[in-house]
């Protein structure tokens, strides 16, 4: 079992980056695919990509792919997202979640572990 903690939201301009974090309480989180989903205001939570349990594989939706990427280090427990050229529209609340397998999915519903979610706001 891990426990996912995500970090490192905020507001930014358009324009700017942001790396986000997530830490995972758990002796076994090697053993874990982790996601990035996104969820604004009344809109349902979206997938962003993810990453295989050992980090050789990564997947990104097509509303992240050349702007947003995703890594991983076992040895600290942590995967980020990286995240360039951020738009007003990435205005959401970021989350972070694991899966007890080592190939990612894209459904929401294939993830066991979530985090609460950081905000991140984009000005224009």
């Known amino acids: 079992q891990v426990q996912p903690v995500e970090s490192g939201g905020g507001s930014v301009q358009a324009g700017g980056s942001l790396r986000l974090s997530c830490a995972a309480s758990?002796?076994?989180?090697?053993?874990?695919?982790m996601g990035w989903f996104r969820q604004a205001p009344g809109k349902e939570r979206e997938f962003l990509g993810a990453?295989?349990?050992?980090?050789?594989?990564?997947y990104y939706a097509y509303a992240a792919k050349g702007r947003f990427t995703i890594s991983r280090d076992n040895a600290k427990n942590t995967v980020y997202l990286q995240m360039n050229s951020l738009k007003p529209e990435d205005t959401s609340v970021y989350y972070c979640?694991?899966?007890?397998?080592?190939?990612?999915?894209?459904?929401?519903?294939?993830?066991?572990?979530w985090g609460r979610g950081t905000q991140v706001t984009v000005s224009s």
């Open positions: 990453i295989s349990w050992d980090g050789s594989s990564t």
């Open positions: 758990g002796r076994t989180f090697g053993s874990y695919a």
């Open positions: 979640a694991a899966r007890y397998s080592r190939v990612p999915a894209m459904g929401p519903r294939e993830y066991e572990y």
